[in-house]
């Protein structure tokens, strides 16, 4: 009797627990939420903005944590194509999260990082 109920039991535990390890993954399988409007993503309008107001004063030309740029095009390039970028502000396993003071980003913001990431981040 005691297997009977077993394997049934496993299986409503494997259920609470299998979307719990999906969710980790959110942001790669469903970048935008409701409202968020990722229509016009580009680098002057929608990433330096993000980057001026969480990151450019530990991150800048003049104090740049860990050798990271991100208040300039050449600077951000770097870490978006090297995969530290994305790495950070989504707190990837092996990477520091970003910002490493306060809250992680809205994934509003994280999905248009992404998006411009998974173009080539192009100057634009
Ligand atoms: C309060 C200061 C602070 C803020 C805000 C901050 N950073 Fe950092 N960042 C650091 C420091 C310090 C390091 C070096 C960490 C280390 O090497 O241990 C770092 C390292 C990094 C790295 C390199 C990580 C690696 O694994 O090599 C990237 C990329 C980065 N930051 C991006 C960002 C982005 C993007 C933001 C905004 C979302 C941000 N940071 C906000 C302080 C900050």
Not at 15 to 28: A, V
Not at 89 to 106: I, R, W, Y
């Amino acid at each position: 009797m005691k297997k009977l109920v077993a394997g049934p039991l496993l299986l409503i535990i494997a259920l609470f627990i299998i979307p719990g390890c999906y969710n980790d993954n959110e942001y790669d399988l469903y970048p935008f939420s409701a409202g968020c409007d990722s229509s016009s993503v580009t680098y002057a309008q929608t990433i330096a903005p993000i980057m001026e107001s969480s990151c450019n004063k530990c991150h800048s030309t003049i104090v740049a944590s860990g050798n990271v740029v991100t208040d300039s095009y050449d600077g951000l390039s770097i870490v978006a194509k090297n995969g530290k970028l994305w790495g950070g502000v989504n707190a990837e396993p092996g990477f520091v999260p970003m910002p490493n003071e306060g809250s992680k980003l809205s994934s509003c913001d994280l999905g248009k990082i992404k998006k411009w990431i998974n173009a080539g981040s192009p100057n634009n």
